[in-house]
């Protein structure tokens, strides 16, 4: 089911139909580095990924990681979307690309979005983000979008201090 489209990108629900580009998107070189492996190797693992975590929360929050395609080719390119995290006080604006769609506007377009329908839709007035100091590219992008950073964070059972950023909407 689509949630959010722009003029190039549609946003749906992830389905276990979707476990192919998980396996894929999960063990790229920039996830397993500033994301973390999710232990996610073939179909049944990222089937299960999806279950248990965007499709749970979908249900749970009426939001979650949402799949990214191209409008023009349907084509899956990343993740974007919005994560409860029990230790955040406020959803956690979440984005990850397959590395040939880095550096083309798509993150910043579908954040954009997300961020639109958090606001609108939702009726989220704060959000955050989280992220490694050494992901200059995810800060870069934050920032544009007008996050502030407010602090360090560290993900229960973690010992990585992560940077914890926050938007008003």
Not at 19 to 30: K, Q, R, T
Not at 126 to 151: R, Y
Request: net charge negative.
């Amino acid at each position: 089911m689509t949630i959010i489209t722009t003029s190039r990108l549609a946003l749906s629900e992830l389905s276990e139909a979707d476990a192919p580009f998980i396996v894929e998107l999960l063990n790229s070189p920039g996830w397993l580095r500033f994301i973390g492996d999710r232990e996610v190797r073939n179909d049944n693992d990222a089937r299960a990924y999806i279950v248990n975590g965007p499709v749970k929360s979908y249900i749970a929050n009426q939001f979650g990681l949402w799949l990214v395609s191209t409008t023009d080719q349907q084509q899956p390119i990343g993740i974007c979307g919005l994560i409860k995290r029990n230790h955040l006080p406020h959803p956690d604006l979440g984005f990850a690309f397959l590395p040939q769609f880095i550096g083309h506007g798509f993150a910043r377009e579908s954040a954009e979005a997300v961020l639109k329908h958090a606001a609108n839709t939702l009726k989220i007035p704060v959000v955050n983000a989280i992220t490694t100091d050494e992901n200059l590219s995810s800060l870069k992008l934050l920032f544009k979008l007008g996050f502030a950073f407010i602090g360090l964070v560290q993900n229960p059972g973690e010992d990585e201090e992560l940077m914890l950023l926050e938007k008003q909407l």
